[in-house]
């Protein structure tokens, strides 16, 4: 595919950024997220990494996983919110695909 | 009656992958409806059966309280933390999955299925250690009354989580009348009838019926039939 197609291709999905600070976790979550052809998952193992993501990348909607505290993810809410105020920011529960889908179709939708 | 909400069993998320079938009364997995993502603090409550042999191999938790309640059959469970374990009915088993733990869930036997409610609940606290804990709960203690087997305190009966919320089971003669008193007046109340045929506060329901509801500190429940229920009580707001 040419490159103009794949940037196409990416910029049509929904960019997830999954923030958490257990690998496996954080691995599944990110699989899971890929395993739906209009969303693309983007880890972040960190705090520092998670702000880096979303300055380089355009988030449609940010997963607050789990190690991220509640003073941690209001901070992160704050980013977003002066990057970009579209931005969704939702806390993330269950650390597995149980609830993973409907918590981003909620969001997604507005919920 | 303000803020009820009434689930037939028939309305449930129905997915059928060969080795598991499962009753969803909440939106789960692949499954979504945003008037049935949760009540209150209760998040999941599946009705699951597994065929004989078969189970939930090794995957990821974190941040939720899981709860297993086995009905019919015998499952097996084993963690990363170490726990090996068997669940028969009549036991409750509880896992706070907090940062992080890794688990799988099989049919203990070979043949015959398992059946068991696996129920999530948010948690009160982020992050906590990661702990799973049983218990055996004797079947003559909810003949006509409420049995707890579940609260947010260490100290009382049944198994404790993070969350204040509290689960009884009761097993009652048709015609039977009792009355659940609440542990908190804010707390909602989600019953759903296991076997049988019950009114509630006026509403009737039968088995795998389950009704949501935030009731005055008192609530009626008549057996219109032999019957066993399950009262989950739990925080519209934690």
Redesign the interface.
């Known amino acids: 595919m040419p490159i103009a197609g794949v940037m196409l291709q990416l910029m049509s999905k929904v960019n997830i950024l999954a923030i958490a600070n257990h690998p496996e976790i954080l691995e599944t979550i990110v699989r899971l997220i890929n395993q739906q052809d209009a969303w693309n998952g983007i880890p972040a193992g960190s705090i520092a990494e998670a702000e880096e993501a979303l300055r380089l990348n355009s988030i449609d909607l940010v997963l607050l996983g789990v190690g991220v505290d509640e003073e941690t993810g209001e901070r992160i809410v704050s980013l977003c919110q002066s990057i970009d105020p579209r931005i969704a920011c939702l806390r993330h529960f269950g650390g597995g695909s149980g609830l993973l889908y409907s918590e981003i179709r909620h969001a997604l939708a507005g919920g | 009656m303000k803020n009820s909400v009434l689930h037939p069993a028939a309305s449930r998320f129905h997915a059928d992958h060969g080795w598991l079938k499962s009753a969803q009364t909440f939106?789960?997995?692949?499954?979504?409806d945003?008037q049935r993502?949760q009540f209150g603090a209760l998040?999941?409550l599946n009705d699951d059966t597994v065929n004989g042999g078969k189970g939930f191999g090794r995957?990821?938790?974190?941040?939720?309280e899981i709860i297993s309640i086995p009905l019919e059959g015998t499952l097996e469970h084993q963690d990363s933390m170490g726990n090996v374990a068997v669940i028969n009915p009549g036991e409750i088993q509880v896992m706070s999955?907090g940062?992080?733990i890794?688990h799988t869930e099989f049919n203990k036997d070979a043949d015959e299925p398992v059946t068991f409610l696996q129920i999530?609940l948010?948690p009160n606290k982020?992050?906590v250690a990661p702990r799973y804990d049983q218990m055996e709960y004797a079947s003559g203690d909810r003949h006509n009354r409420f049995q707890q087997i579940l609260s947010p305190d260490p100290d009382d009966e049944g198994v404790w989580i993070h969350q204040n919320a509290w689960f009884h089971l009761a097993d009652l003669d048709e015609g039977f009348e009792a009355e659940y008193h609440l542990k908190n007046n804010d707390n909602g109340v989600y019953v759903f009838v296991i076997e049988g045929s019950i009114e509630v506060n006026g509403q009737v329901l039968a088995a795998r019926d389950g009704y949501g509801f935030w009731p005055e500190p008192a609530v009626a429940v008549k057996a219109l039939a032999e019957s066993a229920l399950l009262v989950i009580e739990v925080p519209e707001k934690w």
């Not at chain 2, 939106?27 to 979504?32: E, P, Q």
Request: hydrophobic residues 30%; proline residues 8%; without cysteine.
């Open positions: 939106s789960f997995h692949g499954n979504y945003p993502i998040r999941v995957h990821p938790h974190d941040n939720m999955a940062t992080g890794y999530w948010y982020l992050n």
